[in-house]
Structures are given as C-alpha cells and as structure tokens.
C-alpha cells in the first residue's frame, strides 16, 4: 500500500510539472485555446486511470484482458514517458531559479543579460522538453508496427573442455517466452519460425513461457510451432506463466484442467516437456544429459522446480539444464551444482526496451537481474539467456529485437 501511495504521488508530481511545462509554451495561446490544451492533457491521465481501473473487473475473455493491459502498458509508456522528459526540462530550469534565487547579486546580474533576450531561457527549455518528448511517441510507435516481429538470428560459439567429441560443432536453437496470447500477426510469427527452421539445428530446446495466462492461447498456434523440428528432438520446461498462476480459476479443479491442457499443448507440438527430470541424448556411442526443471525464481516468483530431484541419477560428463528464470543460476545452480555445464534461461525479455551497439549494452532488465540477456561464464560454468521470442504487456520491443538463439558448442 505504501508502495502504491509513492509510485501515485510521484506520477501527480511528474504530472504537475509536465503541465507546467505546457503552460510556459502555451501562455501566449488565447483563452480557449489554453481551456482545450488542459483538458486534452489531463485527459490522457484521466484515461489511463480507467484502463486500469477496468482490469480490476473480472473477466472471463482473455484476450480481452489481455488487449486492455497492453492498451493499458502502451498508454502509460506514451503518457508518462513523455511527461517525465518534459518534467526533467522543467525541474532543471526550477533547480536554476533556486540557485539565482539562493544569491541575489547573481539574479541581478542574469536579469540584465536577459532583458535583451527574444526568448526566455524557462520557454527555450520548455520548447525543448515539448520537442524531445514526441521521441518516446516514435519509438513507441515503431516498436508496435516492427519491433515486436523483427526476429533475429543471434550466433553464439560456447567452447568446453569436456564436450564429448561426438558432440563437438553441434548447434543449438534455443526459443523462449513466446507468450502465444499476445500475438497478434499469424504470418509474422510464421516467419520467425521458418527463420528457426533455416538454421537447421540439432537440437531444439524451448525454455518457458507458451502462454500469458491460460493454455488456451497457444491452440490456434499448434499449426505454426509444431513445425520446429531438429533431429535429435525437440525439448521444453514450463514458464512462470505457463501454471495459469495469473488467471482468476472458478475452482481448483478449473486449474487442474488447465495444467493438463498445458501439458496435451506441449504434446501436440511434438515437444518433449521435461519436469523436474534429465534423459540422455545420445550421438554416435556418446551421450549427455539433458536437464529439465520446472519454473524457479527467485524472490516472488514460484518455485515449482526441483533441481535435486531432475539431477539425481545423472550419469554423464557433459550437463546441459534447462532452467527458465535466470536468478536460478547464481541462487542455486552455481551453488550446489558445479558440474551443469550449461544453462539455459529466458523470463526476463530483456525488458523489450534497451541499447545493444557493439559493446554498449543497457537495459532496464539489468537493474532487476545480474544476467539478463546474452551469454555468462562464471568458474568453468556457463550461463545463456534469450531475450525471448514473443512479447508481454507492452505489445512491441524497441531496441531489444525477438531472438532466435543458435548456440554452436564446440571442444576446447
């Protein structure tokens, strides 16, 4: 509640100063003029508001649900991320007339040099605000009509010591957190799929995630993903979303259902769904072990997973563990299981929202997560996380493309 109380404050004062900033531009507008402008503003707050008021009713259609929270994500990102770039313009100017304020000789000195100035310093900077604040409207935009779909092929050689030789050069695609439920262009998730295909892998592994909230949602994708295929097979472990743990059930036995739904799902693709389990895949006489644990997080998220328990009985030199959030690595695997060769992770997105240029690489996720996207080595152990395939809440990705991974893992 005091969370909620502080987040609320800080966007009525955000809001305030993004207003002010209109007022200073604006100020010589007619009367009218200026009553519309308000009423416009404060309109898209109003708005917002009742988007999220609206989801506290419990519906019963998904997709509905889901098209008002990402209604509700995008309008919030447009509403205040505007407002926080003309906020920091003004709050900048304000912080200056403190200072001039705080020394009087100083004021009297810049009152003179600004008698002659056709413009105030207040409206340049407001003026400035007004103009940098449409970015996030661009950016935004884009992200809808091209981010959300702009899958791309991102290469990455992992070498290890003790890969058996019959294994050596072999290549790994690796999808996660498709989030089916958001979707909303059957021909460009297609795409991404025929893209996958190209790569001709060896080895397929889906690391959480097919769903928002009910299993449901993947049914009418079951002609698009069932055609993954690798020759050594296609494996996948269950997302935090995956449990319908963030849908209101009329009983448990509607859960329950819902779970078994999941699982029929993960049939119907021809993926071999691993929980809290490991099977050997084997090449030519060699083998390693393929580990599966159900959804672990740390912090709120659940703990279905059980890694004792889908370690025990591996009998191979070479471990491969298919864990779907990637707080697991360093709460746990990195921990207790010192000889899991490779994991591989998804859950955070990459936030969908970064910068990845050459070796800049920033993202909000990463103040949530020490590893967040790419590879990770720590002590003869390595770490890979997907910045997922589909998306969630805000429907599109800006900076952070939807990734088809290729792992190629070679001896050395």
């Not at 997973?305 to 370690?311: E, H, I, M, N, P």
């Amino acid at each position: 509640m005091i969370a909620l109380l502080v987040t609320i404050l800080i966007l009525a004062f955000i809001d305030y100063y993004a207003f002010k900033a209109l007022q200073v531009v604006f100020k010589k507008k007619k009367q009218r003029t200026k009553g519309w402008i308000k009423k416009v503003y404060w309109g898209g707050t109003a708005i917002l508001v009742l988007l999220i008021a609206i989801q506290i009713i419990p519906f019963h259609h998904s997709p509905l649900r889901t098209f008002l929270r990402q209604l509700s994500v995008t309008w919030a990102g447009l509403n205040y991320l505007s407002k926080l770039l003309l906020f920091l313009f003004v709050f900048v100017d304000d912080l200056k007339r403190l200072g001039v304020w705080l020394s009087k000789k100083y004021v009297q000195r810049k009152k003179k040099q600004n008698e002659s100035e056709a413009i105030t310093r207040s409206e340049f900077l407001a003026r400035t605000g007004m103009l940098v604040a449409t970015t996030p409207f661009a950016a935004i935009g884009w992200g809808i009509s091209s981010g959300a779909y702009d899958y791309r092929v991102i290469h990455q050689k992992v070498a290890f010591k003790n890969l058996p030789s019959k294994f050596d050069g072999i290549k790994i695609a690796q999808l996660s957190d498709i989030h089916s439920g958001s979707f909303f262009n059957k021909t460009a998730v297609q795409g991404g799929v025929d893209l996958l295909q190209q790569q001709k892998p060896d080895l397929v592994f889906f690391t959480g995630d097919l769903v928002n909230e009910e299993s449901k949602e993947v049914e009418e994708y079951f002609s698009i993903f069932n055609k993954v295929k690798a020759p050594l097979g296609v494996y996948s472990i269950l997302g935090n979303h995956d449990y319908g743990d963030y849908r209101r059930w009329s009983s448990p036995a509607e859960k329950q259902k819902n779970m078994e739904a999941m699982l029929a799902a993960h049939r119907a693709l021809g993926w071999r769904l691993l929980r809290n389990e490991h099977l050997n895949i084997a090449l030519e006489g060699e083998q390693i072990d393929l580990i599966g644990v159900e959804n672990w997080g740390k912090g709120r998220f659940s703990k279905y997973g059980d890694l004792q328990k889908a370690y025990e009985g591996c009998s191979s030199d070479f471990k491969i563990l298919l864990s779907h959030d990637p707080s697991h690595w360093d709460a746990q695997i990195r921990q207790e299981f010192k000889d899991v060769d490779l994991t591989l992770s998804g859950h955070t997105h990459g936030a969908q929202f970064g910068i990845e240029i050459g070796n800049i690489k920033w993202s909000p996720s990463q103040y949530m997560y020490k590893q967040w996207a790419g590879l990770y080595q720590e002590t003869g152990q390595s770490l890979y996380v997907n910045r997922g395939y589909g998306f969630l809440g805000f429907p599109g990705r800006v900076g952070m493309a939807p990734e088809i991974t290729v792992l190629e893992l070679v001896r050395g």
